[in-house]
């Protein structure tokens, strides 16, 4: 059985990747050692080689803004776009606005959302549904959670309606495709803030603002979904539609989307997640609603209060995660003829008579109307006094902690990062390159380093690596062990993914103050706030992956007599590798994002540059820092991606 | 609330809502766009004053920005006037965009700031000779943490708001290493965490901030501001540094407003340029919210019921 998972030994030819990959190691090693004898060029990237890019992107900026004139574009689509928003801000908060008639009592949205999450899965679904909005009602919430919904509401059509557009036009045109892919790469692995800077640009502050940094955000996963779901149609199903005569826009929108319906529905379920996610980050620039409203509590260090504010966005992401989950996998009901309409539209009918009895109710008695802040409850004092006597609990060991990480690991890792001379790691990334893709591996990690060294933020950029590396590696050391544990059992095993969509969507800023309350404004503080978020992914795909195991082959393990250790090192564990390493991938991404967010601690590296940056509104500084994150991020990316894919193929897993 | 004050209000309020009618040219109807930031004195001044407005017959809008980023929308007319421009936080944003025009001083508050190095009370008895910056330098080891090695640590203030705290070291020839936090909430916190174990902690703070009410502390006395301590280095202690000095201890607290609100709601500029609050009026509306737990809007609902005699003036 072992033999399943060890690599077949093969004749190493002269110029295998391996051993090019070995010469460039050789390279590294010998650039660092001889550190002393280089000229100061090979050290650090000489001035000739810093290009002025944030220049260049600052002046394209401005030329398209000012002499193209796109401003005005952009301008009037964000006066669209808020035209809508003061649609659904008056319905759900009472805006002044068009058409003056909200807001609609909260019990009337909580019917509502009950009979949605009723009507999609049934009872469990909806009172999870239902909930939510009592919840947020009770809390005295009301009105915050309405104005990040009267965003969310907007922003989600749009974000579907073009990653749907965008995802065919991908799907029809193989240059569109080509165009399309190395942007959405780094769209997807540039940091938040790099992006807001151009937003603020172009539309200025404000819900809109939010609205729209919003929709980019959530777009790039639709786009994805929509030509993996169109390209999987399999061409049986065309051409029976081809058969019925059907033009190429029958054929689009009654054969290949409902037949692809799956895969786009999960882009929409992506979309949803991805809007909440920047629920607490668009409020930089102006979006209203919860997550405004919890950096203002964390400012004046009420922790309690915001911590429920993060379970009501834990609460809605859940929800809305579970809802569109399961308008995924309904299929249509079919009745049969002559069903009365009363039947057929049975559901509809309990939804009017629900939402009539909740407005007549509001209409008599003001509370089912709006609940006001001084009538809610709050359990603020309760959570202050859990997170007061954890730290306090914590605190010996966490000051002993903070002393041995920073004297004995942090210093000596980040000055050992910074010695490093830039083309010793350099060559260092090609030779992995070359080891694990070959040449053109090697050529793309060399670009991805080299355009960092030539952005002139090198030693900035050291400084992310080193706090990135030593988190993945904790959130690693944590998250696998975590992940087998919890694999063992079904049971076990859905708690703990309950866990980790819980960590992953409750908003990151929270545990940012009893992290600094713990370890101080320090580099312990920065990378123990990453490691939280890192441990996510890790875990979550160890389970998967652990759970992914076909079980003929576990069955093959049982019958040959192994022990329950070896089973899981000698079968399980290797045939899992491939999608714990998309973890790894995931948990370098997750770890980059957040080491940005924690310049909100206070780190030195390139967030604390982006966060300048976000503050000077300096467009081109702000994407230039951006891009060697997403480098970074794109060069990890690159290389697990191409080793998981042979090792998946050496496995015959695919 | 007597009855005869109620009867005054009620009559200070007739006039106030006949005011936008008398007045040469009336507001537009389009909304005044207020900007709120992150600290809780400001969103219950935006309110206090929108509510004021919104007195005035005019409507109201706010919207939540950045602290330093807002001047950009102040000069472009996104936003409509800006409340709070503290000299030492924001004074080279609001220069920079004054130079590049769109928006405009409109007059400053009695309210007086000071930013500075600032510690909580226990300190004092930690470090005797305090606030003199001399004696805090004599006790720098006790500062001292494992990432500054011996030197003591003091916990500066993000970056981008540019306050030359190592400059001043270098030029005081202090034996202090700065760390600077990436946000306000990173500065609360670890004073909060030192406060709970009587660790002597010395950071960046200012005034008027909610602090104050939580937590009683001093600033640290540095050799006085003067003018030319920023750029020229031959004044001051050292001949041979800038940065030899404390910042101003009495810094201006401006409002700004957008050029072209004057012309588009005349009245409500008016009101705007006699706008002036006190240090310890924005003490009491930072405390309304920060320790009253109120709703910034109920907060200035509040304050503008207690304080009629101040803001009635401004109005009319």
């Known amino acids: 059985m072992s033999e399943l998972a060890r690599d077949v030994p093969a004749p190493v030819p002269a110029l295998s990747p391996a051993r090019v990959g070995q010469a460039l190691f050789l390279l590294a090693i010998l650039l660092a050692a001889f550190k002393f004898a280089l000229p100061d060029g090979l050290i650090r990237p000489p001035e000739w080689l810093v290009w002025p890019f944030a220049d260049w992107i600052n002046w394209t900026f401005n030329f398209i803004k000012d002499d193209l004139g796109l401003i005005y574009v952009t301008r009037a689509i964000a006066g669209g776009v808020e035209w809508l928003l003061d649609i659904t801000a008056n319905l759900l908060y009472g805006k002044n606005r068009w058409p003056r008639i909200g807001p609609l009592p909260w019990t009337v949205i909580a019917v509502t959302a009950f009979m949605i999450g009723y009507g999609l899965k049934g009872w469990k679904l909806g009172l999870l549904s239902g909930g939510t909005f009592v919840w947020i009602a009770f809390m005295g919430q009301w009105k915050w959670a309405m104005e990040t919904l009267s965003v969310i509401v907007i922003a989600v059509p749009i974000a579907v309606a073009l990653g749907l557009l965008l995802g065919i036009a991908a799907w029809r045109r193989a240059w569109v495709e080509a165009i399309l892919n190395p942007i959405l790469n780094i769209a997807q692995s540039l940091p938040h803030f790099a992006y807001m800077i151009p937003v603020v640009v172009f539309i200025g502050l404000g819900p809109k603002a939010g609205a729209i940094v919003t929709i980019i955000f959530a777009t790039p996963p639709m786009i994805r979904m929509t030509v993996l779901g169109l390209k999987k149609v399999p061409p049986e199903v065309v051409e029976s539609g081809m058969m019925c005569g059907s033009t190429q826009w029958q054929l689009l929108r009654h054969v290949r989307i409902p037949t692809a319906r799956t895969e786009i529905l999960i882009g929409v379920n992506q979309v949803i997640m991805q809007c909440l996610a920047m629920v607490v980050l668009a409020s930089f620039i102006g979006m209203p609603g919860l997550g405004q409203k919890l950096l203002q509590l964390l400012q004046a260090l009420k922790i309690g209060r915001s911590i429920e504010i993060g379970i009501t966005i834990v609460l809605l992401a859940v929800m809305l995660d579970r809802c ?115 040449a053109r591996s090697a050529l793309i990690c060399l670009a991805f380093a080299g355009l960092i060294a030539m952005s002139g933020w090198w030693d900035r950029g050291m400084i992310t690596a080193y706090m990135v590396t030593f988190a993945v590696l904790v959130a690693a050391l944590i998250g696998l062990p975590l992940g087998i544990w919890a694999a063992g059992r079904e049971e076990r095993a859905r708690i703990v993914l309950l866990i980790c969509d819980s960590a992953q969507t409750f908003p990151s800023f929270i545990y940012l103050i009893p992290v600094i309350m713990l370890f101080g404004v320090n580099d312990v503080a920065a990378i123990g706030a990453v490691i939280v978020f890192g441990m996510v992914p890790m875990t979550r795909y160890t389970i998967e992956g652990l759970r992914g195991v076909p079980p003929a082959l576990i069955e093959a393990a049982d019958m040959s007599g192994a022990t329950k250790r070896q089973k899981l090192w000698t079968v399980k564990l290797p045939l899992a590798l491939p999608t714990i390493m998309v973890g790894v991938n995931q948990t370098v991404m997750f770890s980059l994002f957040m080491v940005i967010i924690a310049a909100f601690i206070g780190t030195r590296d390139l967030g604390q540059e982006m966060q300048r940056a976000l503050s000077a509104t300096d467009v081109g500084k702000g994407l230039v820092l951006g891009l060697c994150v997403a480098f970074m991020g794109l060069l990890v990316d690159h290389l697990i991606i191409r080793w998981s894919a042979d090792r998946k193929k050496a496995l015959g897993l695919e | ?106 007059g400053d508050h009695d309210a007086v700031t000071r930013e500075d190095w600032w510690y909580p009370d226990y300190v004092a008895e930690l470090c005797p000779g305090l606030p003199d910056w001399e004696a805090l330098n004599k006790c720098a080891d006790m500062f001292a943490t494992p990432e500054t090695g011996g030197k003591g640590r003091f916990l500066g203030g993000p970056v981008d708001w540019l306050k030359h705290d190592a400059e001043r070291v270098e030029a005081l020839g202090m034996n202090f290493q700065v760390v600077n936090a990436g946000s306000a909430s990173a500065l609360w916190a670890e004073l909060e ?51 030899d000095c404390g910042n101003p201890a009495n810094g201006y607290l401006k409002k700004a407003a957008w050029d072209g609100m004057k012309d588009k709601w005349p009245a409500a500029y008016e009101a705007l340029t006699k706008i002036s609050f006190t240090n310890a009026q924005i003490a009491e509306m930072a405390k309304l919210v920060d320790v009253d737990e109120m709703e910034p809007e109920d907060a200035a609902t509040a304050w503008l019921e207690a304080n009629e005699d101040t803001w009635k003036a401004w109005v009319n």
């Open chain 1, 324 to 438: 569109s989950k399961a308008w995924a996998e309904m299929q249509p009901v079919h009745f049969e003829r002559g069903t009365p309409w009363w039947k057929r539209n049975r559901l509809f009918l309990a939804w009017c008579g629900l939402t009539a009895g909740a407005f007549a109710l509001a209409a008599v008695w003001p509370a089912a109307h709006v609940i006001k802040r001084s009538q809610a409850f709050t359990l603020s004092k309760e959570f202050d006094a859990v997170v007061d006597w954890v730290i306090l609990m914590l605190d010996p060991i966490s000051q002993a902690l903070r002393s041995f990480l920073i004297v004995w690991v942090l210093i000596p890792l980040q000055d050992a990062y910074l010695w490093l001379p830039y083309t010793a790691v350099l060559a260092l990334a090609a030779g992995i390159g070359w080891k694990i893709g070959g």
């Open chain 2, 1 to 106: 609330m007597s009855k005869m004050t109620k009867l005054l209000s009620a009559s200070a309020l007739a006039v106030l809502l006949a005011a936008p009618g008398t007045a040469l040219a009336a507001d537009s109807s389009d909304p005044i766009i207020i900007p709120t930031h992150n600290w809780s004195s400001q969103i219950v001044m935006s309110h206090v004053v929108g509510q004021m407005f919104e007195g005035m017959g005019n409507n109201v809008e706010y919207v939540s920005t950045d602290s330093q980023a807002v001047y950009e929308s102040v000069r472009l007319g996104d936003v409509t006037l800006e409340l709070e421009v503290w000299e030492g936080a924001f004074g080279v944003a609001f220069e920079e965009a004054l130079s590049k025009g769109g928006l405009h001083d409109a």
């Open chain 2, 193 to 243: 965490a030192a406060k709970k174990r009587n660790a002597p902690i010395v950071l960046f703070n200012w005034t008027p901030n909610f602090v104050e009410a939580i937590h009683p502390g001093a600033f640290v006395e540095f050799p006085e501001y003067f003018p030319g301590c920023k750029d020229d280095a031959s004044q001051g202690p050292n001949p041979n540094a800038t940065y």
